[in-house]
């Protein structure tokens, strides 16, 4: 069994007091850039790896998809987006995103939110994502901004008193398992670099259309520790074409 921590009750609890468990899309803060080089989903067939409570399957049904498959390998995950996201051309699976296997061209649009980062193989995984995709399809993701995952705690550094001295970026090139913590549970998630990022779309087929480092929106800046967000980069976001034509 891959790690799947969000089947932990503890840790399910405290996810769900998160913005972007209550408020949906609106409450997360790389929503308003990540929905800007989404492509159209009129009418095509979409994938959702890691869909969590299914927010972005709802989105792609609303506007237009013909069909929508979200994978998580969360059972409490998938009982909230059937329980939330429950919708017409929706469908969920529990598996392992690295388990999966699709024909070819299964998919004109594969999309992940905020989960390779718990993925150890990115590149096995994206090779298989390259070939679900029919040639002129998209694939657009965001994780965890290879900044935010080298040094493997992600948090800042505190002076005697509390307050915010530095982020720490150390041992970027060393790809592979960290310890993090998130939500004050331990977490193993996996630093991989920019460029291993966006190599393996490269080589796998796809071309590069938009890559997005999301700042927070002016709208969330009065939120608690929202502008210290402005001190270095959480999130990359990345649209990229599958080469050839349907």
Not at 42 to 61: E, I, M, P, S, T
Not at 105 to 119: E, M
Request: with cysteine.
């Amino acid at each position: 069994m891959k790690q799947n921590k969000y089947d932990d009750e503890a840790f399910f609890q405290k996810y769900g007091q998160m913005a972007r468990s209550r408020q949906g899309l609106e409450g997360a803060g790389e929503w308003s850039e990540l929905q800007k080089v989404l492509p159209d989903f009129a009418g095509k067939r979409v994938l959702d790896l890691g869909c969590g409570y299914g927010w972005h399957c709802r989105y792609a049904a609303e506007n237009g998809a013909e069909e929508v498959q979200g994978v998580d390998l969360s059972e409490k995950m998938l009982e909230a987006a059937a329980e939330k996201n429950s919708c017409q051309n929706v469908t969920y699976l529990r598996a392992a995103m690295e388990d999966l296997d699709f024909p070819e061209s299964s998919f004109d649009i594969v999309l992940s939110s905020l989960a390779f980062h718990y993925i150890r193989d990115f590149k096995g995984l994206a090779e298989k994502i390259s070939s679900w995709i029919t040639p002129g399809g998209w694939f657009v993701f965001s994780v965890e901004h290879p900044v935010f995952t080298a040094y493997g705690t992600q948090d800042w550094f505190y002076d005697d008193q509390g307050g915010i001295l530095h982020f720490l970026v150390d041992n970027y090139y060393y790809e592979g398992e960290r310890d993090a913590v998130f939500l004050g549970e331990h977490v193993v998630k996996y630093h991989r670099t920019l460029t291993t990022y966006l190599n393996t779309l490269l080589l796998n087929g796809f071309d590069l259309k938009n890559v997005v480092e999301p700042q927070p929106p002016e709208q969330m800046m009065h939120l608690p520790g929202m502008r210290d967000e402005m001190r270095r980069p959480m999130m990359l976001i990345v649209a990229a074409q599958k080469r050839g034509k349907k």
